[in-house]
């Protein structure tokens, strides 16, 4: 005789279809223990004739749930609870920020058709100038307009990835004795590699925007004029609290740097996203390093940055890659080629935008945080909290199988009390995430 299910059934109260109400009912009573591992779920045609639903939306909430590691099926005797497992056999990665797969094998397969019959060999029989090939050049200047910003391809430079680029600007723009000025909770990977560099980092403030113009004012009174000095900063969908400046706030951050002669180190790794303002490159192009990459446009896959550089520096530039050559795959750069003549660029970006909307809306739904910090274009969202609280939290998550970014590899300053958590939408499958946020949730109600 088969033991009766402890589950009342019901249907989570959210704005999805009937599938994916189940799966979050179940998976919420789950992980909140009001199911305990080993409690038997009801039988497939009991809860679709109970739901008033059909037997395929329960069929395919369950393989769902299974996918997960929340349930196990036994044949011929159920679906049973299996929490436990779920945390010790499977890690959900929050913790990069990666743009959702929108990609597929026919667009990749057509392009590749499409360019073995037009590539230039010369570009795999040569090596690269340091700076790139200039028809390779060309073409990431026409992807820079698209952003609005109008570079001139002897401007720029090409490196293996937005990374890279990063760390030739730091060089450029401060030198080994160099102070840079940046957000005080900023890009953990651009913190790695200026802590690598052994560079003089120092936090600003930042509000809703981003960076706080006076703050920044403040800070550069008392900073000597020796050596090199600049500012590192995300005006477009800030990584980790998503902040964008408005026209205003930009201009502001312009006029400050003018006037105290500094250099301006921009991120713009996540304009694509959200287009709808210049970079701040576009109104000071000569104090400018603007960095770039197609990585979180397109694809990880597609490892290809861009540096655009203020007038006069190329020479410096092409000094400095004399012996760490950084120049892109050829084959990556007759891709990009072939998408913005065909128009993959402009459609994958509008699909982009349109599944980070989809996950900013499922964050905000599950998680339900009166503070929680999302923007609908971001592939993350962030969840202000006190640094020990947040490297709590992280520890806890790992412990249930997800890992998060850790606190202090976001924070300038590591004893910095205000800090958070990034949650990173984009990387898992949807099915993954909304179980992974699931779990999160039930986390923050039990340590409320």
């Known amino acids: 005789m088969l033991l009766q299910s402890p589950w009342t059934p019901h249907l989570a109260n959210i704005e999805a279809n009937a599938a994916e109400r189940l799966v979050f009912a179940l998976a919420d009573d789950i992980i909140e223990g009001r199911l305990a591992g080993g409690d038997r779920l009801p039988a497939h045609r009991d809860l679709a004739w109970k739901l008033g639903v059909g037997l395929g939306t329960v069929t395919k ?48 397969a057509k392009t590749l058709t499409g360019i073995a019959r037009r590539i230039d060999a010369d570009h795999f029989n040569l090596y690269a100038p340091p700076a790139g090939h200039v028809e390779h050049r060309r073409v990431l200047a026409r992807w820079l307009e698209t952003l609005g910003l109008p570079v001139d ?23 080994p004795d160099g102070l840079l000025l940046t957000e005080r909770i900023t890009y953990p990977g651009a913190l790695a590699l200026l802590r690598r560099k052994g560079c003089r980092v120092q936090g600003v403030e930042i509000d809703a925007e981003g960076m706080v113009p006076d703050a920044l004012a403040e800070a550069l009174k008392g900073v000597e004029p020796h050596g090199g000095r600049a500012i590192y900063l995300t005006p477009t969908l800030h990584n980790p609290t998503t902040a964008t400046m408005g026209m205003a706030r930009r201009q502001a951050i312009v006029d400050i740097c003018r006037r105290a002669g500094v250099s301006i180190i921009e991120d713009g790794v996540y304009a694509a996203s959200d287009p709808d303002f210049y970079p701040l490159a576009a109104l000071a192009p000569d104090i ?21 550089l203020p007038a006069g520096r190329k020479d410096a530039a092409e000094r400095l890659l004399q012996d ?4 892109p795959s050829a084959l990556s ?66 412990a249930n199988g997800i890992r998060l970014t850790p606190p202090d590899t976001m924070m300038v300053d590591r004893q910095d ?32």
């Not at 090409?158 to 030198?175: E, I, M, N, P, V």
């Not at 760490?324 to 120049?327: D, F, G, I, Q, R």
């Open 61 to 108: 909430a369950y393989a769902v749930l299974e996918r997960r590691g929340l349930t196990r099926s036994v044949k011929g005797r159920g679906t049973f609870v299996a929490l436990q497992e779920a945390h010790n056999d499977r890690q959900i990665d929050l913790s990069s920020n990666a743009p959702p797969a929108t990609l597929n094998a026919h667009i990749l």
């Open 153 to 175: 391809p002897s401007h720029l430079v090409l490196t293996s990835g937005a990374r890279q680029a990063l760390a030739l600007a730091f060089d450029l723009a401060c030198g």
């Open 288 to 308: 400018s390093f603007h960095v770039n990459g197609l990585s979180k446009s397109l694809g990880p896959g597609l490892q290809i940055g861009v540096l655009a």
């Open 324 to 327: 760490v050559p950084m120049a």
């Open 333 to 398: 750069c007759a891709v990009v080629e072939d998408w913005l003549t065909t128009g993959v660029i402009s459609s994958t970006q509008r699909d982009l935008r349109h599944e980070a909307r989809r996950r900013s809306s499922l964050a905000v739904s599950l998680l339900g945080a009166s503070e929680l910090v999302s923007h609908p274009d971001a592939y993350n969202v962030w969840l202000p909290m006190e640094r020990e609280a947040a490297n709590h939290f992280t520890s806890i998550a790992a």
């Open 417 to 448: 009390q205000a800090s958070g958590i990034r949650l990173c939408l984009g990387g898992p499958a949807f099915d993954d995430l909304t179980g992974a946020l699931t779990t999160l949730a039930g986390l923050l109600r039990r340590l409320a």
